[in-house]
């Protein structure tokens, strides 16, 4: 009897969720369009740069480099400039993002000087792009150099050296993804859940519901259970997404990740909880799961900014945030391929966390009136 | 005569204002008891303190023999139709009333037989969604859902509260038949002119019972002369009436005016001639029998 009764509850939340068609159709798309606008649009790399060239000296050399330029998926030859007053046109057409210019005499200079120079020259209106344009030049001049020194007598000057660690082609989407899932999970979780909660507390359902046979924590689990479910396949489609149409690595144990990932749904789900015990109303639910919660997760969860980047005080004030700890141990496991023995103290603070919630909001959510 | 709820003393404090003072009262087997009083008077808090949904500070009550303490008994043998008609928006009819039914442990095949001649009118929009129902249909939908576990006692809290007065008839009828069925049912109402269907009722005001009597019992006892009154010029009718000596209470009704007076003072003649001399014209002064609402503000007045 009793079973069937949790059961009845189950049902009805279920349908609540499926009935609930925009709400849905949120919670799947936005993911989505965030991990399509951080994959494709939102990106810090570049691709397909039209690049002008002014070749003075038309030698070996700077055939040979040009050809690297063009060969290489980043750039596109636009034009070949004859002058130096053409690369005004050049980059007020707004087509043109970088020149590059060769010396005269390039090969030459090169062969008995051992210095060349090349000017790259770019469209800095965009500074960030500007800036990665310039470094991908570079690093091709570089490894250029490289190649001509081998096994050549005083080597050629290297000035720079450009070189990002597990992401070496700086893909934004490899960074993105991790934020992305905790937002969303925190979103379906903590939030979805407490308003759930409140709806019923403000429309009176909850307390003809009181004066059911039902116990308090069956109703907590009956709200629970559904939006584990869906918030779990929330973050399996976005990391389907993620690995096949950009290609994200999970270098780490898939089923880990996936541990971990519904340990970290628990906390929110028990966070949520908490919240909805506390809110009188759903517009106060929301309230607070917004201003408490996805603002801090977003801001100090190292979701964007780095938190050793933060002053001191934020740093100790980030330790309190699930999604901090959660952010790291997925980007470990991943992009670095960390196993247990890297994210177990990581697990074991969002597990702590977990307990607490649910101990203080069972605690709070009884089945009577203030 | 058996009595079903009996509460002694039930005291309830919100910080500094006291919802409830000292509320006892009793209900019999079969009786429809009407609680009648304001918004805030304290009919919800009562309520939910006899359904065990909230605690009281002092003072107990035995619903169906069961102590407040012994929850589960008690919220076992009650039904409650809250404030709000608890209903589920985007569920069906239906579906809300399998969901009341499966969480109390039954089903609706079982206990069809009491919510049947209620439910037949629902059963042709039985694939609604509650949200879209009129407010007369909600009200019926959420009284199945809190009879369909076939609860000795019956709570229903301004049930006609937002409902059309030909459904608010309807539903009255409707708790007129079940009290046949031995139902005990006590139901809370701000409206005065719904005092006549119950047996027994109780004024409520500020947290205190003022009478408890069968609605015929108090207008008859009531010590005054009720007086209507009315003029073309009305708002001037309301300071001029006020000068009128011997005037125990003067409140709006309607169109008129009702002065309770004592019943040795009381003359229309004398009236009529002062609000001539005010210059009032088109009078109407009447005497008129005391409705529950009349009782209801000389008692208020008094306490």
Redesign the interface.
């Known amino acids: 009897m009793n079973r069937r009764r949790f059961f009845g509850f189950l049902q009805k939340e279920f349908r609540h969720i499926f009935r609930d068609r925009r709400t849905m159709l949120i919670l799947f798309g936005m993911p989505i369009v965030q991990i399509l606008l951080f994959g494709f649009a939102i990106t810090n790399e570049i691709k397909n740069v039209n690049v002008a060239v002014l070749d003075k000296a038309h030698d070996d050399v700077s055939h040979d480099i040009t050809n690297r330029i063009l060969s290489s998926e980043y750039f596109h030859l636009y034009q070949n400039l004859n002058s130096e007053k053409e690369i005004e046109t050049a980059f007020q057409s707004g087509k043109v993002k970088v020149v590059v210019v060769f010396e005269n005499n390039l090969a030459k200079n090169i062969y008995s000087k051992n210095i060349g120079n090349i000017q790259i020259i770019s469209d800095a209106t965009d500074p960030n792009t500007a800036n990665t344009i310039v470094a991908y030049t570079r690093a091709i001049l570089l490894n250029y150099q490289q190649d001509l020194n081998k096994g050549s007598k005083p080597p050629a000057i290297i000035q720079t050296e450009v070189r990002m660690w597990f992401n070496e082609e700086l893909k934004g989407v490899y960074l993105f993804v991790p934020g992305v899932m905790t937002i969303i999970m925190m979103l379906v979780s903590a939030m979805m859940t407490s308003i759930s909660l409140a709806r019923e507390k403000e429309t009176g359902t909850l307390e003809a519901l009181m004066v059911s046979p039902l116990k308090s924590w069956q109703v907590i689990l009956g709200k629970v259970i559904p939006y584990l479910v869906l918030s779990f396949s929330i973050t399996l489609v976005t990391l389907g997404l993620s690995m096949f149409v950009f290609h994200v690595p999970i270098r780490g144990n898939i089923f880990l990740l996936l541990g971990e990932v519904l340990l970290f749904v628990i906390t929110a789900l028990s966070f949520g909880i908490l919240i909805s015990s506390i809110a009188p109303n759903q517009m106060a639910a929301m309230l607070i799961s917004m201003m408490g919660l996805m603002l801090p997760t977003i801001i100090l969860s190292g979701y964007i900014f780095p938190i050793d980047n933060m002053p001191v005080p934020l740093q100790v004030i980030s330790n309190i945030i699930p999604a901090r700890w959660f952010i790291s141990m997925l980007r470990d496991i991943m992009l670095k391929g960390a196993g247990w023995s890297v994210v177990w103290k990581d697990t074991c603070v969002l597990a702590f966390m977990a307990v607490v919630f649910l101990f203080l909001a069972s605690r709070r959510f009884k089945m009577k009136l203030r | 005569m058996n009595e079903r709820v009996i509460a002694t003393n039930i005291t309830k404090s919100f910080r500094s204002t006291k919802a409830l003072d000292a509320v006892s009262f009793s209900v019999n087997e079969g009786e429809l008891f009407g609680f009648i009083g304001p918004d805030g008077a304290g009919k919800s808090t009562l309520f939910?303190i006899l359904?065990?949904?909230?605690?009281a500070d002092s003072g107990d009550a035995l619903v169906d023999g069961f102590h407040l303490k012994d929850e589960?008994a008690v919220?076992?043998r009650?039904?409650?139709?809250?404030?709000?008609?608890?209903?589920?928006?985007?569920?069906s009819v239906q579906?809300n009333l399998?969901?009341?039914a499966?969480?109390?442990?039954t089903t609706v095949q079982e206990n069809y037989s009491i919510i049947k001649e209620i439910y037949v009118r629902l059963e042709p929009f039985k694939d609604r969604r509650a949200g879209k129902l009129s407010g007369g249909m909600k009200q019926k939908l959420a009284l199945c859902?809190?009879l369909i576990h076939k609860p000795r006692v019956l709570f229903l809290d301004e049930p006609t509260t937002g409902v059309d007065p030909v459904s608010r008839r309807e539903f009255w009828e409707m708790l007129g038949r079940l009290k046949q069925s031995g139902l005990t049912i006590l139901v809370s109402t701000p409206y005065m002119d719904e005092a006549s269907r119950c047996d027994r009722v109780a004024l409520i005001q500020k947290g205190k019972i003022l009478d408890i009597d069968p609605p015929g019992v108090i207008t008859k006892k009531f010590p005054l002369h009720v007086i209507a009154v009315k003029s073309d010029n009305m708002q001037k009718l309301r300071k001029d009436i006020l000068k009128v000596e011997d005037a125990e209470s003067v409140y709006g009704f309607g169109e008129f005016l009702h002065i309770a007076m004592k019943k040795e003072n009381s003359s229309t003649e004398k009236i009529e001639f002062f609000l001539k001399q005010q210059g009032h014209q088109h009078t109407e002064v009447k005497i008129i029998e005391a409705g529950i609402e009349d009782c209801f503000m000389h008692l208020m007045e008094k306490s």
């Open positions: 939910r359904t065990t949904v909230m605690n589960i919220r076992s009650v039904g409650y139709m809250p404030g709000k008609f608890s209903l589920y928006p985007d569920l579906e399998e969901f009341f499966k969480v109390f442990g859902c809190a």
